[in-house]
């Protein structure tokens, strides 16, 4: 695979596997391991490459726009921007709502210490509670996370339109594939250099890079609740998500997984979030009703470029 991450140049033969040594990680001897194995170099070369062709070549844009939340995804996000355009075009915002944690921003501030990047805080509070208590709303927590998430986006590509530059996207492949991120909301910017790297290979390019440990060896959290994390809402830990999700994604049968030393609980998990989420990893579905049907038949992504 291009980017530095290995790809399986094996597949899954019925109980046979073609993996010639396999990775053991603690009691589990699994292929897993080395098909999440990344070349951190290899791959940040290729990311920042990859935002330097997208944004400057392809669109002409040569400034990111950053929501920095204080957590690894962003933070790495904004590491191979600046590698990309330069600290002085990397724009990062602080968004904090509320509630959110002072560590959040301070762990913020630490990147925008590190880089020297231009950088502005905006507290989304006043646009989401002018929502929030119209009393017709009754707002939910859940609901709550989707409006920040959303107002978040508002804040991100109006400075992208002031500044004339392009918001980047900062979901990793774990959360697109378990839905947990809000539609039109975490995954609405067009260009994200982490989408195709699960989260365990998203905390080895943040080693690489550099990013600091405070940043790197925190529990990952949405910052809505206090003592909320990512994992604590899976019920079940980034690094062995990982390895079931690289496993399902490379045709492995959920009895193969299971024969490998994996707990059928935490198959299950992983299988549920996957199959109740892939409406969210779809653009809107169009009735099409003609053979000029936009992504369908005419200018997909593949074609555009061929054009004048």
């Not at 990344?38 to 400057?56: G, K």
Request: hydrophobic share 40%.
């Amino acid at each position: 695979m291009v980017g530095g991450c290995a790809s399986p140049d094996f597949m899954p033969t019925g109980t046979i596997y073609l993996m010639p040594i396999p990775v053991v990680r603690g009691e589990i001897s699994s292929p897993a391991g080395q098909i999440l194995n990344c070349e951190p170099q290899l791959l940040a070369e290729y990311l920042v490459e990859f935002l330097r062709q997208e944004c400057i070549v392809q669109r002409g844009v040569s400034k990111a726009i950053i929501g920095l939340s204080g957590g690894v995804d962003s933070a790495v996000t904004t590491y191979l921007a600046a590698l990309a355009f330069g600290a002085e075009n990397t724009f990062v915002f602080r968004l904090p709502y509320k509630v959110s944690s002072s560590a959040s921003l301070n762990h913020a501030q630490l990147v925008i210490d590190h880089l020297g990047l231009p950088a502005e805080t905006i507290d989304i509070t006043p646009m989401v509670d002018g929502y929030g208590e119209i009393p017709s709303v009754e707002m939910t927590p859940y609901r709550l996370g989707n409006v920040c998430a959303r107002s978040r986006m508002i804040v991100l590509y109006d400075q992208a339109a002031r500044l004339g530059g392009f918001p980047l996207g900062t979901g990793n492949k774990t959360e697109r594939m378990f839905g947990y991120y809000t539609w039109h909301g975490d995954d609405a910017p067009p260009i994200n250099p982490l989408g195709d790297l699960f989260k365990s290979q998203v905390f080895e390019l943040a080693e690489y890079l550099e990013v600091p440990a405070e940043i790197r060896l925190k529990p990952p959290t949405a910052d809505l609740i206090e003592g909320q994390t990512d994992e604590g809402d899976f019920g079940i830990t980034y690094a062995l998500a990982d390895e079931i999700l690289v496993l399902m994604m490379s045709r492995y049968e959920l009895d193969q997984i299971e024969a490998l030393g994996y707990k059928s609980k935490d198959i299950e998990i992983v299988r549920k979030r996957v199959a109740s989420t892939h409406w969210k990893r779809k653009l809107p579905t169009v009735a099409m009703t003609s053979t000029t049907s936009i992504n369908e038949y005419y200018l997909r992504p593949v074609d555009f470029r061929h054009l004048p």
